[in-house]
């Protein structure tokens, strides 16, 4: 049988608590026995011990494993000398050296989660948000200047190949879809500022030409002023969004919230050849060490490995604990101690996490009870 590896990084804040909640759940699955779990530091806990906040070992084991599962990193003020944060380094370096282009962040209100949008109910929300995650206004992190801390340039960077290979990944994604909740229909929607930037009248240019392939699919178009409106008012119209780098990190934070929270919204960040999964939330620092951190987006993200690994190599016994972990999940979030303070309930991390390890050993059904 063949077993996976998986590279663990644990990171800073509440990194440490969802990550294990993560793992507590992948090794109550039925295929506990197929993953091997080995941990590497990287953070900014890390950098104030060692001076490095992604060291080589990590950056090696992250690559040779079969999976990277991730907590969150970051402690705010730990930064380098030129202000910028060293927590994220982990996570950022990680996307262009292994080329993890493009950043998947489903968003859907499940069953037992209130929207803070009016009147919306399970089925209404359930888009994916499809992230550029290796170019744009990110890739010039560590690259820009400051001239004499008189001046700083950070520059917008987009290729064909890096537009034609997202916008790709949205449309196939579409295919595989039923469509938005709204009406039906299989729809991406290009999200930039094509009305101001070149870079972004690019992007949309690119966005259309490869959209001329998939005739099935429409195509729809927003400016990302615009989106943040329209994600309040009408989620249910949307199906697949693609957006630029920068737009894709402030966007979805957006979306988590109309689904409840930031702790709610998984995210993968896959490239052809390697895949890497933490929540779409960061480290949480106020939070952290408390005991009372959402960890269904870190355990939805390790869900979404299962699936990943499983179509990569064709094992459905993952394919199938990864459904087992999503139903569990919804099954915990529809039980009376299902939901964490930030869902507006009182139950904690572990207790969560229980539910849904409980929902796992007997067969999810009775999880609800
Ligand atoms: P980053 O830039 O690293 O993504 P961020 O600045 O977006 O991080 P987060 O750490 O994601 O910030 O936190 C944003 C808000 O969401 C904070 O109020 C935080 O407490 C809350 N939050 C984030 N993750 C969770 C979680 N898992 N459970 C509960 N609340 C969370």
């Given at each position: 049988m063949k077993t996976y590896e998986i590279a663990v990084v644990h990171g800073d804040g509440i990194g440490p608590e969802v990550c294990q909640a993560a793992i507590d759940v992948l090794k109550a699955t039925p295929v506990a026995n197929a993953l091997s779990f080995v941990e590497y530091p990287a953070g900014a806990g890390h950098y104030l011990k060692v001076g490095n906040a992604f060291p080589p070992e990590t950056h090696a084991g992250c690559t040779k494993a079969d999976a990277i599962l991730h907590g969150a990193a970051g402690i705010p003020g730990v930064t380098y000398p030129d202000g910028t944060e060293t927590g994220i380094e982990f996570g950022l370096q990680l996307r262009f050296q292994l080329d993890l282009y493009a950043n998947v962040r489903p968003i859907k209100l499940r069953p037992g989660v209130t929207s803070r949008l009016r009147d919306r109910k399970t089925g209404d929300i359930d888009y994916v948000i499809l992230r550029e995650n290796t170019e744009g206004l990110y890739a010039a992190r560590g690259n820009g200047v400051n001239l004499r801390d008189e001046l700083a340039v950070d520059s917008l960077v987009v290729t064909r190949k890096g537009i034609e290979r997202i916008c790709r990944a949205a449309f196939e994604l579409a295919r595989k879809r039923n469509g938005?909740?709204?009406?039906g229909k299989r729809r991406v929607t290009c999200c930039d500022k094509a009305n101001v930037l070149r870079t972004y009248a690019f992007f949309r240019k690119v966005f259309d030409e490869v959209g001329e392939h998939y005739p099935d699919i429409e195509k729809d178009y927003a400016y990302a002023d615009a989106m943040t409106v329209y994600l309040l008012e009408r989620p249910e119209h949307y199906d697949v969004i693609v957006m630029e780098n920068m737009f894709g990190d402030i966007m979805s934070d957006l979306a988590a919230a109309t689904v409840g929270s930031m702790g709610m919204s998984p995210s993968s960040e896959i490239g052809d050849h390697h895949g890497f999964f933490q929540?779409?939330?960061?480290?949480?620092?106020?939070?952290?060490?408390?005991?009372?951190?959402?960890?269904y987006g870190t355990i939805l993200s390790a869900g979404s490995m299962l699936q990943w690994l499983g179509e990569r190599h064709n094992d459905p016994r993952l394919i199938d604990a990864a459904d087992l972990i999503e139903r569990s999940v919804e099954a915990a979030m529809m039980a009376p101690d299902g939901l964490t303070r930030d869902l507006g309930g009182r139950a904690t991390t572990s207790g969560v996490t229980a539910l849904v390890v409980k929902g796992l050993a007997n067969g999810v059904a009775t999880a609800a009870q």
């Open positions: 938005a909740p709204g009406d929540a779409a939330h960061g480290s949480a620092p106020t939070i952290a060490g408390q005991n009372i951190a959402n960890p």
